[in-house]
């Protein structure tokens, strides 16, 4: 019994100090998991949430719906912040992050980057098709919509596309400053796409929660899949 106990303990404590970042991302994955189900419950609501009618309106003036607030230059920014989230801008970076990869001959992070951006694009367009929610109707759209609400699209495929890409470059550097602010730069940009989808009025807030979890959780699962397959390949970067 004290054996076995004391092979558990041992076990634990190594697993704790080689494996904490697994351990960590395994716990972030479930637990964005459950926000996510938290959030499609809301979604699946009758009417909006009383928190995305206040925050979508908030970001209005009160005086003009249609308008946004801030100056004609500050909308015409959240249209090309928003267009870094978009399907195509998202494909070409991952076919040219994935060419690169290829001839680098890094092709295990190539797969994952391939994994990533299709698994992502595949189950937005399920869960958007599933849930079906209507788009916001409280204010004018300030862009060409054509899809289902929830979750936001492109909030989730700039958090797994740019969370997984920067994982990845993250992991290949030595030194620490450098892995956190490629992490938070990437962070930023998704956390920018995400509000700009806010305040052009295409989206409720909970929508771009759902897709900012979803995608993250995504990004950890990529993670975890290329750090898993670099050590069955240990030769292969």
Not at 2 to 14: A, E, G, H, P, T
Not at 72 to 86: K, Q
Not at 144 to 161: E, K, N, W
Request: proline share 5%; net charge positive.
């Amino acid at each position: 019994m004290n054996l076995s106990k004391s092979w558990l303990v041992s076990s634990w404590d190594w697993l704790w100090k080689r494996e904490l970042p697994v351990l960590l991302a395994i716990f972030a994955i479930f637990a964005s998991l459950f926000i996510f189900v938290l959030l499609t419950q809301l979604a699946l609501q009758d009417s909006p949430h009383e928190f995305d009618r206040y925050l979508l309106l908030s970001m209005r003036n009160p005086a003009d719906l249609s308008d946004p607030l801030g100056p004609r230059w500050v909308e015409e920014v959240g249209r090309d912040i928003t267009a870094l989230g978009g399907n195509a801008v998202l494909i070409l970076l991952s076919l040219a992050v994935l060419g690169y990869l290829l001839m680098d001959k890094k092709p295990i992070l190539a797969l994952v980057v391939l994994v990533a951006t299709l698994g992502s694009l595949t189950l937005s367009s399920t869960l958007k098709e599933t849930i079906d929610r209507d788009r916001p109707d409280l204010v004018p759209h300030h862009t060409v919509i054509y899809t289902a609400s929830f979750p936001s699209g492109h909030s989730m495929l700039s958090a797994s596309t740019y969370l997984t890409m920067g994982a990845l470059l993250a992991t290949n550097q030595r030194r620490k400053r450098i892995k956190i602010f490629i992490l938070l730069f990437c962070t930023f940009i998704t956390l920018l796409v995400g509000i700009s989808r806010i305040y052009l009025g295409v989206h409720w807030p909970t929508d771009v929660l759902a897709g900012w979890t979803a995608g993250a959780g995504w990004a950890l699962a990529c993670w975890l899949l290329a750090r898993w397959l670099q050590r069955k390949q240990p030769g292969i970067e």
